[in-house]
C-alpha cells in the first residue's frame, strides 16, 4: 500500500506521528474534537493553541514539532519550525497548495479548504456544502449575465467590485491587446470565483480583524495617548472608552494644561499667542504620531496571537528536500502558524500574553528571528491585501474613535476556532455610547 509506503519514509527520519488508519486517517477522531472544542469558552489569558488547533496541536505536543497525521488517505507533516514555513512559502513552484478542486466548494479554488471541509468524501457535510456551491453559483451568474449584457449595450458598469473586475477584463480584451483573439480574458466562471474570494479572503477577514483590534485596543490600558485621569476601570479612565484624539481632540488635550497656560481649556480665547499655538500644534501631531504608532503595535500584536488564517497546508508532486527531511510525493505539510507565533522558543516566556510593546522596534526585533511573524504568509504569494487590510483597520478604529467610547460587553465569550479564518465562535459584542 502506498500509505504504508509514506509511513515509513517518514518514520525512517526519525519523524514520529499518528498510525495510519484505513480509510479516513485521523479525520474523524479531529472533526469529532473539533466539535467539541468549538462550543468551549477559555480564559483571556490561557494559551489558546489547544482550543484553536485541538487535535493538530494534541499531536504537536505527543509526537513533536515536525510529528505527522493522517488526512485521510494523505500523512500530513505538521511545520512549526520558522526556517521550514519561510522555505515552503518561499518556493511555491515546489511547495503548493494540495487539492485544488476541493477548493471550488464555496470559495472558488483560490483557498483551498480543511479539515472537516475537505471535499473528497461524500459526507452529509460536503453534500450540504456542494449544494449551497451550486446555489450560489447560479445566484451570481445570473448578475455577471446581466452586467454582461449591459456592457455589450454600451451602460456604465456600477462602481463596484464586479463593475471594476468586468471592465478591467473587457479593457484587456479588446483595447490593451489591440483586440487580439487569441487573448483569452476571464471567463464567467473566473469572475464569480474572484468575487468569492474576495468576499470570503476579503470582507470576512477584514471584519475579524476589526473584531480583534476593538477587542484588544479596550483591553490594553497603557496607550501614552490616554489622556484621563479617572482610574484604569469605567468612564474615561479606559483608554478604550477615552475620547482618545477624536473630533475634540485639541479641547481634550488642552483640558489637561495647568491652569493660567495661555491654550488651557480654562483660559482658551481667540488672543492665544501664535506662538504657542504653534507649540501646542506641533505637540499634539507628536501625541497623534505616537497614538499611531501604539495603534499599529496593538494591530501587530492582535494578528500575532490570532492570525487571520493560523494554518496552511501544501504539498508536492515529486519528491523534495526541505530541511534535512526528503517529503516524498504525497506527503502534504501542514504550517501551524499560530502555534509558531505562540512559541516561547521565539517570542519568550511571555508569548501567550498581550504586549504590543515586543513591537516597539518594529516586527524585525519583535521575536528572537523574524521568520516566528508571518500573520499574512510569506515569498512570492504572501497576501497581496495585506496592506490595505491594515490601513483600513486603522481607519475604522480612528473613526470610531471619534465619535464613540466603548468596552466590552459583560456577555463576551472568549471562544476563538479556527474554521477556514480565525474568528470568534460567539462574536465579539461590544457597548458603545457616543460622546
Given at each position: 500500500m502506498?500509505?504504508r509506503?509514506?509511513e515509513?519514509i517518514l518514520?525512517q527520519?526519525g519523524?514520529?506521528g499518528t498510525?495510519?488508519r484505513?480509510?479516513?486517517?485521523?479525520?474523524?477522531?479531529?472533526?469529532?474534537?473539533?466539535?467539541?472544542?468549538?462550543?468551549?469558552?477559555?480564559?483571556?489569558?490561557?494559551?489558546a493553541?489547544?482550543?484553536?488547533?485541538?487535535y493538530?496541536?494534541?499531536?504537536?505536543?505527543?509526537?513533536?514539532?515536525?510529528?505527522f497525521?493522517?488526512?485521510?488517505?494523505?500523512?500530513r507533516?505538521?511545520?512549526a519550525?520558522?526556517e521550514?514555513?519561510?522555505?515552503i512559502?518561499?518556493r511555491?513552484?515546489a511547495?503548493?497548495?494540495?487539492?485544488?478542486e476541493?477548493?471550488k466548494?464555496?470559495?472558488g479554488?483560490?483557498?483551498?479548504?480543511?479539515?472537516?471541509?475537505?471535499g473528497?468524501?461524500?459526507?452529509?457535510?460536503?453534500?450540504?456544502?456542494?449544494?449551497?456551491?451550486?446555489?450560489?453559483?447560479?445566484l451570481?451568474?445570473?448578475i455577471?449575465?446581466k452586467?454582461q449584457k449591459?456592457?455589450?449595450r454600451g451602460?456604465?458598469m456600477?462602481?463596484?467590485?464586479?463593475?471594476a473586475?468586468?471592465?478591467?477584463?473587457?479593457?484587456f480584451?479588446?483595447e490593451d491587446n489591440d483586440?487580439?483573439?487569441?487573448?483569452?480574458?476571464m471567463?464567467?466562471?473566473?469572475?464569480i470565483?474572484?468575487?468569492k474570494?474576495?468576499?470570503?479572503?476579503?470582507?470576512?477577514?477584514n471584519e475579524k480583524?476589526?473584531?480583534?483590534?476593538?477587542?484588544?485596543?479596550?483591553r490594553?490600558?497603557?496607550?501614552?495617548?490616554?489622556?484621563?485621569d479617572?482610574g484604569?476601570r469605567?468612564?474615561?479612565?479606559?483608554?478604550?472608552?477615552?475620547t482618545?484624539?477624536?473630533?475634540?481632540?485639541?479641547?481634550?488635550?488642552?483640558?489637561?494644561?495647568?491652569a493660567g497656560?495661555?491654550?488651557?481649556?480654562?483660559?482658551?480665547?481667540a488672543?492665544?499667542d501664535?506662538?504657542?499655538?504653534?507649540f501646542?500644534?506641533?505637540?499634539?501631531?507628536?501625541?497623534l504620531?505616537?497614538c499611531?504608532?501604539n495603534?499599529?503595535?496593538?494591530?501587530?500584536e492582535?494578528?500575532?496571537?490570532?492570525?487571520p488564517?493560523?494554518?496552511?497546508?501544501?504539498?508536492s508532486?515529486?519528491?523534495?528536500?526541505?530541511?534535512?527531511?526528503?517529503?516524498?510525493p504525497?506527503v502534504?505539510?501542514?504550517l501551524?502558524?499560530g502555534?509558531?507565533?505562540?512559541?516561547?522558543?521565539?517570542?519568550?516566556?511571555?508569548?501567550?500574553?498581550?504586549?504590543?510593546h515586543?513591537?516597539?522596534?518594529?516586527?524585525?526585533n519583535?521575536?528572537?528571528?523574524?521568520?516566528?511573524?508571518?500573520p499574512?504568509?510569506?515569498?512570492?504569494?504572501v497576501?497581496?491585501?495585506?496592506n490595505?487590510?491594515?490601513?483600513?483597520?486603522?481607519i475604522a478604529?480612528?473613526?470610531i474613535?471619534?465619535?464613540f467610547?466603548?468596552e466590552?460587553?459583560?456577555s463576551?465569550?472568549?471562544?476563538?476556532f479556527?474554521?477556514?479564518?480565525?474568528?470568534?465562535?460567539?462574536?465579539?459584542?461590544m457597548?458603545?455610547?457616543?460622546?
Amino acid at each position: 500500500m502506498v500509505e504504508r509506503e509514506l509511513e515509513n519514509i517518514l518514520r525512517q527520519q526519525g519523524l514520529n506521528g499518528t498510525p495510519y488508519r484505513p480509510f479516513l486517517g485521523d479525520v474523524k477522531n479531529m472533526m469529532r474534537l473539533n466539535e467539541t472544542d468549538k462550543q468551549k469558552t477559555i480564559n483571556l489569558s490561557e494559551d489558546a493553541s489547544p482550543h484553536v488547533f485541538g487535535y493538530y496541536y494534541r499531536t504537536v505536543a505527543k509526537y513533536g514539532k515536525n510529528s505527522f497525521m493522517w488526512f485521510g488517505l494523505w500523512p500530513r507533516l505538521n511545520v512549526a519550525d520558522p526556517e521550514l514555513i519561510k522555505e515552503i512559502l518561499s518556493r511555491p513552484d515546489a511547495f503548493q497548495q494540495p487539492l485544488p478542486e476541493t477548493g471550488k466548494i464555496l470559495t472558488g479554488g483560490i483557498v483551498f479548504l480543511q479539515d472537516e471541509k475537505w471535499g473528497y468524501l461524500p459526507t452529509k457535510l460536503n453534500r450540504k456544502l456542494k449544494a449551497m456551491n451550486n446555489e450560489l453559483q447560479l445566484l451570481l451568474k445570473g448578475i455577471v449575465d446581466k452586467r454582461q449584457k449591459a456592457m455589450e449595450r454600451g451602460e456604465a458598469m456600477p462602481n463596484d467590485l464586479l463593475g471594476a473586475l468586468m471592465e478591467s477584463n473587457s479593457r484587456f480584451i479588446n483595447e490593451d491587446n489591440d483586440g487580439n483573439q487569441n487573448v483569452v480574458g476571464m471567463s464567467i466562471d473566473d469572475v464569480i470565483d474572484e468575487c468569492k474570494f474576495f468576499y470570503f479572503a476579503g470582507s470576512k477577514t477584514n471584519e475579524k480583524l476589526r473584531h480583534l483590534l476593538l477587542y484588544h485596543f479596550r483591553r490594553y490600558n497603557k496607550l501614552p495617548c490616554d489622556y484621563s485621569d479617572d482610574g484604569d476601570r469605567g468612564g474615561g479612565g479606559d483608554p478604550g472608552s477615552t475620547t482618545w484624539v477624536n473630533q475634540r481632540g485639541w479641547m481634550d488635550l488642552t483640558r489637561h494644561l495647568p491652569a493660567g497656560t495661555p491654550c488651557s481649556h480654562q483660559t482658551a480665547s481667540a488672543s492665544w499667542d501664535s506662538h504657542f499655538l504653534l507649540f501646542a500644534s506641533l505637540v499634539l501631531e507628536l501625541i497623534l504620531y505616537v497614538c499611531v504608532i501604539n495603534v499599529t503595535m496593538i494591530l501587530q500584536e492582535s494578528l500575532r496571537l490570532y492570525p487571520p488564517a493560523p494554518l496552511m497546508t501544501r504539498g508536492s508532486t515529486k519528491t523534495l528536500k526541505l530541511g534535512n527531511m526528503t517529503i516524498p510525493p504525497g506527503v502534504h505539510m501542514t504550517l501551524l502558524i499560530g502555534i509558531l507565533h505562540r512559541d516561547p522558543d521565539f517570542w519568550g516566556d511571555d508569548a501567550n500574553e498581550f504586549n504590543p510593546h515586543r513591537f516597539s522596534e518594529g516586527v524585525s526585533n519583535a521575536a528572537s528571528t523574524q521568520s516566528a511573524y508571518i500573520p499574512f504568509g510569506a515569498g512570492q504569494r504572501v497576501c497581496i491585501g495585506q496592506n490595505l487590510v491594515l490601513i483600513e483597520a486603522k481607519i475604522a478604529l480612528a473613526m470610531i474613535l471619534q465619535s464613540f467610547s466603548f468596552e466590552l460587553s459583560p456577555s463576551y465569550l472568549h471562544a476563538p476556532f479556527n474554521d477556514i479564518n480565525l474568528l470568534p465562535i460567539y462574536g465579539a459584542p461590544m457597548i458603545l455610547r457616543s460622546l
